[in-house]
């Protein structure tokens, strides 16, 4: 082929090239367009043939044409060896809960041990309290002094039925001790108020007389379990029910409880008072036992609401 002189230039090009108008209308010619369409459903169904013969080469009938229970050890065998079973491994997405009304509790992170400081175990202490203006303030004296984590120690206290000011004292003596800046206040601390109608006195002979211990154990079994379900939490390990008109404690009595790992424990409480000008101490509180074959021959005696 000849070159022109100045060699190959878009102008000498173009004049080569057919006319625009004779392109366009070469190309809307019927045969030329119907042309170009058989070429493309050619190239459309070769694709979607080859795509789906691929995809039908993994699913295939192999063996002799008849059911299995007729086929011999031999063919079973061989028929068995061609097998190829698609298998979709379907994990399960995780279940998501978004209702405010659905409140999921796992306690199984939740345990009692001997170790429960280096376990970070929280220790519930209630205490009820009924006409005991007197006593709350020695009553937070002593629970400072506890050494067991005060930040793993939560409060609660029942107040029901007083006429003094405990309310009062309790409120003053709980903002005193939890605004300190030390390691002296408590994780947490609650006050329950309920009323259950109990109207006898405070004295030694009203509380502790053979007549009143019916009616005011069941009051107090009440007030006991009113507080208990109120404050209890999932997170607690230990409940620690003290009284508040205790005079003096060990101070690791929390750790004393702990090391005997038992579900129920109840401590030995000692009583101290001067009569007459003599000094009478003994054991004070017999409100636990163990269960004999002669108090159960007692109980089976008395009637369903007499509590011993």
């Not at 006319?19 to 459309?44: E, H, M, N, S």
């Not at 009143?212 to 154990?217: I, L, N, T």
């Not at 999932?234 to 620690?240: I, K, M, R």
């Not at 021959?297 to 009637?303: F, G, H, I, S």
Request: proline letters at 6%.
């Amino acid at each position: 082929m000849l070159l022109p002189k100045g060699g190959v230039t878009w102008k000498s090009a173009k004049s080569r090239l057919p006319p625009t108008r004779a392109i366009w209308r070469f190309l809307t010619q019927t045969k030329v367009l119907l042309t170009i369409a058989i070429t493309g459903i050619v190239v459309l169904l070769y694709r979607g043939v080859s795509g789906s013969a691929g995809d039908l080469q993994r699913f295939y009938c192999f063996g002799p044409a008849k059911p299995p229970m007729q086929m011999s050890i031999s063919e079973q065998a061989q028929w068995a060896g061609h097998q190829q079973t698609p298998v979709i491994f379907n994990h399960h997405a995780p279940i998501e809960i978004n209702s405010s009304t659905i409140k999921h509790v796992d306690l199984n992170g939740i345990d009692s041990t001997t170790k429960a400081v280096a376990n970070d175990e929280r220790v519930l202490i209630l205490t009820p309290l009924r006409n005991a203006a007197p006593s709350i303030e020695q009553h937070f004296d002593l629970l400072s002094q506890l050494t067991y984590p005060h930040n793993l120690i939560d409060l609660a206290f029942l107040v029901g039925d007083s006429t003094d000011d405990t309310m009062a004292n309790l409120a003053m003596e709980l903002e005193r001790v939890q605004s300190r800046t030390d390691k002296i206040p408590f994780n947490s601390a609650m006050i329950v108020e309920k009323d259950f109608g109990v109207t006898m006195g405070q004295s030694v002979e009203e509380r502790h007389g053979f007549k009143a211990q019916g009616p005011r154990r069941k009051a107090m079994g009440r007030a006991r379990n009113y507080l208990l379900s109120a404050a209890l939490k999932p997170e607690h390990s230990w409940v620690y029910w003290r009284d508040v008109d205790i005079k003096d404690s060990p101070s690791k009595i929390i750790e004393d409880f702990v090391a005997h790992d038992r579900d129920v424990l109840v401590p030995n409480v000692w009583f101290h008072r001067y009569e007459d000008g003599r000094d009478i101490e003994g054991r004070f509180d017999y409100n636990s036992w163990q269960e004999t074959e002669p108090s159960r021959k007692l109980a089976a005696t008395l009637e369903r609401d007499v509590i011993l």
